[in-house]
């Protein structure tokens, strides 16, 4: 199966318009390109979930805090269209930075709080590049459903949060992280990993294999977590750990006690290569040892 390519918002949304009064539903999966088996998984929920699939490819200007990670971001078209055929899309839209920004940017949406620490704290500006461009494709798509990763985890609370508090009228759908047989979760970025550092870079997922541990047996001291999961990073000399916290998977906040879900969340560097990754954990049943029963 092949989709079918708009790069023009007006062409797009005239289609989509013929589309709704046929009575089909809409589905949206927002992408960056460089198409891997993560967006797939997108791809896949919204095909199961809606009547016309859109993937937008758009690399988001606004939203990279650093030129240098712009400019090396890897694209091609060409393949994505490709893939976003064969997965069982019906739509890629691919508008260029003038058909999104034709004048600066003026409107910028700010989701408080959620944004700020973590990658917020790191990369300032980049979830209100985030919300913004993720508002303008809501409103170019109209859908009925929109699909982002849980891989991002940081970015999916945002968008979230933005729905809620703006009332926009679709819903917002998490799909879990797919990952390479030895835990790495996919990425665009992987790529640009040399053999030492794709060697290594798995032992992400296994700080937070430990840390997930050690919640479900009921650990609820989060510095306690923190510190046996960056002691597991801390084992290997190509990894910089940029952060690692225990958050309220809502707000992305640090919790000060384990009481309920929290989201354990990492950024290490490898060498020049930034990656992210999350696990969702819950404290097992409360430790009843010793207490008469
Ligand atoms: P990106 O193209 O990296 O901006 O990602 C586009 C969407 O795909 C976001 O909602 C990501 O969270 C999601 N995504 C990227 N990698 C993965 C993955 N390994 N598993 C699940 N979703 C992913």
């Given at each position: ?178 990952r390479e047989s030895d835990g790495l ?14 060697k290594v870079a798995p032992i992400l ?38 952060y690692l916290e225990i958050v309220d ?45």
């Amino acid at each position: 199966m092949s989709a079918q390519l708009f790069r023009n918002s007006g062409e797009l949304r005239e289609m989509l318009a013929r589309v709704r009064r046929m009575g089909a539903s809409v589905g949206l999966a927002p992408t960056m390109g460089a198409l891997h088996e993560g967006h797939g998984r997108l791809i896949d929920a919204a095909r199961r979930e809606t009547d016309c699939v859109v993937v937008s490819v758009f690399v988001n200007p606004i939203q990279f805090d650093r030129p240098e990670d712009l400019e090396r971001y890897p694209r091609n078209l060409d393949a994505d269209v490709r893939f976003s055929g064969d997965r069982g899309a019906d739509i890629v839209f691919a508008p260029t930075p003038d058909e999104m920004y034709p004048e600066p940017q003026r409107a910028f949406v700010d989701v408080e709080r959620v944004s700020e620490g973590l990658c917020g704290s790191f990369r300032p500006g980049h979830f209100r590049g985030v919300a913004t461009v993720v508002l303008k494709l809501l409103n170019i798509v109209q859908p009925d459903r929109a699909y982002f990763g849980e891989k991002d985890a940081q970015q999916l609370a945002v968008v979230q949060r933005m729905v809620r508090d703006l009332n926009l009228s679709v819903e917002i759908v998490p799909v879990a992280t797919a990952r390479e047989s030895d835990g790495l979760a996919l990425s665009s970025r992987n790529k640009h990993l040399g053999i030492e550092e794709r060697k290594v870079a798995p032992i992400l997922f296994q700080a937070l294999l430990v840390a997930q541990k050690l919640i479900a047996s009921g650990t609820a001291n989060p510095a306690e977590v923190q510190g046996a999961a960056l002691a597991v990073l801390e084992q290997q000399p190509l990894a910089r750990v940029e952060y690692l916290e225990i958050v309220d998977p809502g707000d992305m906040q640090p919790v000060e006690r384990i009481a309920g879900p929290v989201r354990v969340a990492a950024a290490v560097w490898l060498g020049s290569t930034r990656l992210i990754d999350n696990m969702l954990c819950e404290p097992g049943p409360p430790e009843t040892a010793g207490l008469i029963q």
